[in-house]
């Protein structure tokens, strides 16, 4: 297949192998037709124009080439000037066959505005990098962000024509300024992006130019792709930051009031012999509350038979034993909450724990109790 934008070979009725005679004789026999003093149609300037033009770039071996590659990828309509084509270059703007097109989606004041950035892998990555951030921080809670996301990370693989004309373009340009390892290898990265007859046009480029020792440039996507990710990933660490110090402080706080501070409820005596002995009397940190007889909020009953000491401690002497479901009344606590001091039928005072008391009335409470009024 002959690839011809311009008609250039259909208009000398010639092809890729046709030799310099017969291109001459070709082209004499048809400007002599279409030559405007003879021929008097209105399109006879144009076309003898045409065929001047044609004739000046196949017979030059240089220019025939460009024309071909350049026919792979443009059509009349947006043919460049063959004799005045510029390399695309680096978004540092330097010159290098390693490029590639990459289709970026950037949100800016609520609208979305496509890009087609050319540059290296190098480029991509610290461009894309940059666009997520603006885009994340422009607007990650608009569906319009999620949307150029989606686009940015499925175009990364989806450039191929913009790719293939970039690399052809860079090729002949290269080319033309006899930039040959450079047109050598962007002709060979184009080829991964053509079909079976552009390859072919290729690689018959290729073999026209001497060979180049190189090492592949792979462009690694999933790191293209994961790179846009990023600000998920720093915003997810950042809330696990802060929600496992916010949990650490709660347990924290929780154990701190869950272990209060020792208290001391009773106080050591030293004897004249050294011999170091406890004092019952419990004189302070105890919690009171007013004893009001009438007042039937303050009965707890023993939910099991249990000591009743001297002071808020097991260390203390036991005054007497309580019986299950016996009634008593409650007349202080310690700040912990763990032991209640509590009233027996007698009137006398102890302490007993917390975790075997029950609110209410146990069993009948005898007629003379002092924890209750009598009528």
Known sequence: MIYDALEYFSLLECNEQTDETTLKINFREKAKYWHPDRNKSKDALETFQKL???????????????????????????????????????????ETPYLRVFSIEQLRKGKLKTENLIGTYEDALDFLKKNTFKNFINGFWSPKFYQALRHNIKQITRNNAENLKLLVHNAAAFYDENKLDFAYLSALQAKEYASAEQQEVLQNFLNQLPAVQHQSVSIDTKKLRAIQLRPFFKTFALLCI?????????????????????????????????EEILDDLVTAKIFNIPIDKTDTKMLFYLTSNQPVMHGPSEKFDIITKAHKGQTVRLTGYT?????????????????????????GIGNAIPEKSQIISNP
């Open 52 to 94: 001047s033009k044609a004739y000046d770039v196949l017979k030059d071996k240089k220019l025939k080439t460009i024309y071909i590659l350049l026919s792979l990828i443009y059509t009349a309509a947006d043919f460049p000037n063959i004799t005045r084509l510029n390399t695309y270059k680096s978004a540092q703007g330097f």
């Open 242 to 274: 802060i929600a496992f110090a916010v949990v650490a402080f709660l347990l924290f706080e929780r154990q701190s009031l869950s272990k209060p501070d020792k208290i001391e409820y009773y106080q050591t005596v030293k004897l004249s012999d050294g």
């Open 335 to 359: 700040p912990d909450k763990l032991w209640f001091r509590i009233m027996l039928d007698n009137g006398e005072m102890g302490f007993i724990k917390r975790q075997y008391l029950k609110q």
